[in-house]
């Protein structure tokens, strides 16, 4: 398979999968009942981020797939990523949504400190990444302060 199509179908496939889980597990009046940090990000933000960070995340894995390096840490990253919706949203579990983000937010460092040497493209384009993530930990942990 040329390259090319591998960097699509990685764009293409987690973008869809982001998308599976965001539209499975939506918000909802529970989540608007809940007493939120000030800094929380507008509800129509949150679309448009995520589009643009799966399509990145998706572009990295298709990198390591094609050039190897930190395999293990990108797909540990984007299966915790696809569980938190769940935690959070569809089991109501703000504390267990934190617990799944910590790791989260772990796993992403982990993988830029990982490829910062190896492949610092990969790296560079997760610094995004954990800058969303660590702004939506903060929020997930003011939801269960406040709450």
């Known amino acids: 398979m040329k390259p090319w199509m591998i960097y699509a179908l990685g764009v ?13 597990f939506l918000p909802g009046e529970w989540y608007q009942a809940l007493n939120k940090p000030s800094f929380t990000p507008a509800p129509w933000v949150f679309g448009p981020v ?3 960070l799966y399509a ?3 572009w990295v ?3 390591k797939y094609l050039l190897g390096g930190a395999r293990g840490l990108w797909l540990a990253q984007m299966g915790v990523n696809l569980i938190w919706s769940p935690v959070f949203f569809g089991m109501h579990s703000p504390l267990g949504g934190t617990i799944v ?3 989260l937010w772990g796993l992403i460092v982990a993988f830029i400190a990982r490829e910062w040497n190896n ?3 990969s790296a560079v384009l997760f610094l995004p990444y954990i800058v969303w993530v660590s702004l939506a930990s903060a929020v997930n942990l003011g939801v269960v302060v406040l709450n």
């Open 12 to 24: 293409i496939g987690v973008s869809l999968a982001g998308s599976l889980i965001g539209t499975s």
């Open 50 to 52: 995520w589009s643009v």
């Open 56 to 58: 990145i995340i998706g």
């Open 61 to 63: 894995g298709a990198r």
């Open 101 to 103: 983000i910590a790791a």
């Open 119 to 121: 492949d610092r493209t």
